[in-house]
C-alpha cells in the first residue's frame, strides 16, 4: 500500500492521452497492490492533515493496516479535514 500525497501524482501527461503513465502507475508496476493517489493539486498543509487523519481512520478499521479499508479511511479523512477547517465540498 503507497499513500503519494503530492499534487498531481495520479495524472498522466496531457500529451499522451491515451497512456496510463503517471507516479501512481509507476508505484503499482513495481508491485504494490493498492495506491492514493491525488489527480489535482493540494495545499501541502491540507495535505499533512489528510494523510494524518487517513492513517488514523485506517487504524481504527483495521489493526494491522489492510488496504481493503483505504478507500473508506481516506473519505472519512477528506470529511474531517473539511469540517475542520470550513473548506467547502467543491474545494478538494
Do not use: K
Not at 8 to 15: A, M, V
Not at 36 to 62: P, Q
Not at 65 to 76: H, K
Amino acid at each position: 500500500f503507497a499513500f503519494l500525497s503530492a499534487c498531481e501524482t495520479g495524472t498522466g501527461d496531457e500529451s499522451l492521452p491515451e497512456e496510463a503513465v503517471h507516479l501512481a502507475a509507476g508505484v503499482l508496476q513495481a508491485g504494490y497492490r493498492s495506491v492514493i493517489a491525488t489527480m489535482w493539486a493540494i495545499d501541502d498543509n491540507y495535505a499533512s492533515m489528510v494523510s494524518e487523519s487517513m492513517y488514523s481512520h485506517l487504524l481504527e478499521r483495521s489493526n494491522p493496516p489492510s488496504s481493503d479499508d483505504a478507500s473508506y479511511a481516506l473519505q472519512e479523512a477528506v470529511r474531517e479535514v473539511r469540517e475542520q477547517m470550513g473548506i467547502p465540498m467543491w474545494l478538494f
